[in-house]
């Protein structure tokens, strides 16, 4: 649960680079890059150059392939956040406004919308953008016929972890710790990482269901592709772990 206490120190991609960012990001590069992919990402679906959303492609289609999907899906439940008005990087990475950010979601009254509107004030607006990207997945995770099982209670797990984050955050020291963690190339819990990592996380499994299907047999319907593959996405964490598959 605890995703931040683990480094991820690999090969760093940086962000001139059209896919997702590799290894360890800090998260104003993170910002950065999601502010220039999504826009980007949505110009190429209104130009029809991409089915949307990601998870109705097939193998055969244009970005088709396991880490497109997997990143363009969680692209589209980024685009909400990055929408808001201001691109107010603070509320979501640094370490000073965690808890102001953090006090904002937990009051936020949890909402089925994936077509808002923004309040004006940014820590509302941020807050009703998460759950909308939130709900985005969910939707996804229905056309791509994801197990209920795993895509029930989205909103209350991730309420569970920016709690967990709070507590974290409202320790006496925290804001230094969270300066050594990225000095060491690891994730404290910004909100930031929070949303992304639980967006890639949901996002991996309507990968595997619009994909793979429902069936047990994977490897039945994937005769045509590497021997190795099914394996090397289980153990993926991140679409970069799989690019060019």
């Not at 994936?114 to 941020?126: C, L, Q, S, Y």
Request: net charge negative; glycine share 6%.
């Amino acid at each position: 649960m605890f995703d931040w206490l683990h480094s991820r120190k690999q090969l760093y991609k940086g962000p001139e680079a059209k896919g997702p960012l590799r290894g360890f990001v800090t998260p104003d590069v993170l910002w950065q890059d999601l502010s220039r992919r999504v826009p980007q990402y949505l110009a190429d679906v209104d130009q029809a150059k991409l089915i949307h959303p990601a998870c109705k492609r097939t193998l055969a289609d244009i970005d088709g392939d396991l880490a497109s999907v997997w990143d363009h899906t969680r692209l589209e439940a980024m685009q909400y956040i990055v929408a808001v008005p201001g691109h107010e990087f603070g509320l979501l990475g640094e370490a000073a406004r965690q808890l102001e950010m953090i006090d904002a979601y937990l009051f936020q009254r949890p909402h089925a919308d994936t077509v808002i509107d923004f309040t004006g004030n940014t820590a509302a607006d941020f807050s009703i953008a998460i759950v909308a990207g939130l709900n985005w997945l969910t939707h996804c995770a229905k056309l791509a016929g994801v197990d209920r099982a795993q895509h029930s209670g989205t909103l209350r797990h991730f309420r569970k972890l920016v709690t967990l984050a709070q507590l974290w955050w409202l320790n006496e020291g925290a804001v230094e710790r969270c300066a050594q963690m990225l000095s060491r190339q690891e994730q404290p819990p910004l909100m930031l990482y929070l949303v992304w990592s639980e967006y890639t996380r949901l996002a991996k499994q309507i990968t595997a269901a619009a994909i793979f299907g429902a069936s047990a047999d994977r490897s039945a319907k994937l005769v045509a592709l590497p021997a190795d593959l099914i394996p090397r996405f289980d153990a993926a964490t991140d679409p970069s772990d799989i690019a060019g598959s």
